[in-house]
């Protein structure tokens, strides 16, 4: 069973640019979040979607955006790079539990991102 | 809001030891907890999911407690080998789909 794939892996980008990263759910899996991770911040939570709907957003300035596809996979977008955005960005599938994110999280390897 | 703690942010033992990883957190409210695995530059694996109503976790040589009510998690990883070596996060969820992470601890077991 194919597990959460993300592309690219790497990209380098300079400030100003744009950049959008790519998700594939595990199969079968409806919801699917983002995260950023950082050394100095750690896990960092973006968003969720389920069924092409957003039903969670975090605190990250609208620069930030994504979207779902009716396949369930999901592509986020980072407009106007700064050098801060540098990251590991980790995409994670879950299989809808019923209960309000309360299924296993499944991630993928991330897309690491450098803002030069 | 949620804050999830991990202590020691490292720890270094000899093989064959048990290891006892800790994870806090500040509202009980959780739905469920999950621990992961990173390896450097990679993404997260998956270890064990404990849901509020549970226990305690076990799988192979690794068991995983929960205290909702003092807000606490242990992991457990029994026998250590060189390759058990990563850094170990936990998570918990409080049902708005997202997850509250923690700073994780480095370990490292020595050969």
């Known amino acids: 069973k194919a597990g959460v794939t993300q592309t690219p892996r790497y990209l380098i980008k300079t400030r100003g640019q744009q950049v959008t990263l790519s998700c594939s759910p595990i199969s079968g899996h409806r919801s699917v979040s983002w995260y950023q991770q950082t050394p100095g911040q750690g896990l960092q939570f973006l968003f969720e979607?389920?069924?092409?709907?957003?039903?969670n957003k975090g605190n990250f300035p609208g620069r930030f955006s994504g979207r779902q596809f009716s396949n369930s996979r999901s592509e986020m977008n980072v407009s106007t790079l700064e050098l801060g955005d540098s990251a590991l960005y980790l995409c994670?599938?879950?299989?809808?539990?019923?209960?309000?994110?309360?299924?296993?999280?499944?991630f993928g390897e991330g897309s690491r991102l450098t803002v030069l | 809001k949620q804050e999830v703690t991990q202590i020691p942010a490292a720890l270094s033992v000899p093989e064959g030891e048990n290891l006892v990883l800790n994870c806090s957190f500040t509202d009980s409210a959780i739905y469920n907890l999950q621990w992961f695995r990173q390896d450097p530059g990679k993404g997260l694996t998956s270890l064990l999911l404990i849901q509020s109503s549970q226990r305690e976790q076990t799988s192979g040589r690794l068991n995983a407690s929960l205290d909702k009510s003092s807000g606490r998690s242990t992991l457990y990883i029994a026998a250590s080998q060189p390759g058990d070596s990563a850094t170990y996060l936990c998570a918990v969820s409080e049902g708005d789909y997202k997850l509250s992470f923690g700073a994780g601890t480095t370990v490292t077991v020595r050969a």
């Open positions: 979607y389920f069924s092409e709907t957003q039903r």
């Open positions: 994670a599938s879950s299989l809808e539990a019923g209960l309000a994110g309360a299924g296993e999280l499944f």
